[in-house]
């Protein structure tokens, strides 16, 4: 069984999205299996406080390292070899390529920051990867988390209805996805391309790689410059 365990301060978060469609179905065929831990549970003092100011000043609050490291050493046990994937703004950028070695995994590890973020401390003591969803700032790694999850969990074995459906689309090859069309064949006077209704299927795969070929190249260039 895939297994994914996820430290936060908002345990009632979850299953969120996670908890509805596939995932919610794997999840009840124990595909995969999610564990929900609280850093709060060992916070400090009578009010469990889990944050600090920020050493040097500034704005904003910390997560302390003495909390988050307890919590790690409570939830997970010395051998398990799963990543650590700390949810951060900063990290390396999470990618279609890496949800697919996540899935081929024993699972992963989430931990998602609050406030102003982690004491950098904890990052190299635990062994913790920061991991970035995309070039903006959330208000906690939750949300990050979930599309992490969501990400891995649709290539499980077994989760899909075709194993194609996880490998013909958006990134798998390098470029964005072709066009899809389907009933009805005329609407709102826009028809389906012929060549799609030709039967012909060296010439309907031709088409397609002409068309992922002209959207990557209009709106992720970048894409094209990797290959």
């Not at 996880?166 to 064949?185: I, K, N, Q």
Request: aromatic fraction near 6%.
């Amino acid at each position: 069984m895939w297994r994914a365990t996820v430290f936060t301060l908002f345990p009632e978060m979850f299953p969120g999205p996670l908890g509805v469609s596939l995932a919610s179905e794997a999840l009840a065929r124990e595909v995969w299996s999610i564990e929900i831990r609280d850093i709060r549970a060992n916070g400090q003092g009578r009010h469990r406080a889990v944050d600090a100011t920020p050493a040097g000043g500034g704005p904003g609050m910390v997560i302390r390292v003495d909390v988050l490291a307890a919590s790690l050493d409570a939830g997970l046990d010395e051998g398990d070899r799963r990543p650590r994937l700390l949810l951060s703004p900063r990290g390396a950028p999470f990618t279609q390529a890496r949800a697919r070695t996540l899935a081929a995994g024993e699972g992963v590890v989430l931990i998602c920051g609050r406030f102003e973020g982690v004491d950098e401390r904890i990052v190299a003591a635990r062994g913790l990867e920061e991991i970035s969803i995309g070039d903006y700032v959330l208000s906690g790694g939750e949300i990050a988390a979930f599309a992490v999850l969501d990400a891995c969990v649709r290539l499980l074995p077994g989760v899909m209805g075709e194993y194609s459906s996880g490998v013909d689309e958006s990134f798998e090859a390098g470029l964005l996805e072709y066009p899809h069309y389907t009933r009805p064949r005329v609407w709102e006077g826009r028809a389906i391309p012929d060549v799609l209704l030709s039967g012909d299927h060296a010439k309907i795969k031709a088409w397609r790689e002409v068309q992922a070929l002209k959207l990557t190249r209009e709106r992720r260039p970048d894409l094209l410059k990797r290959r």
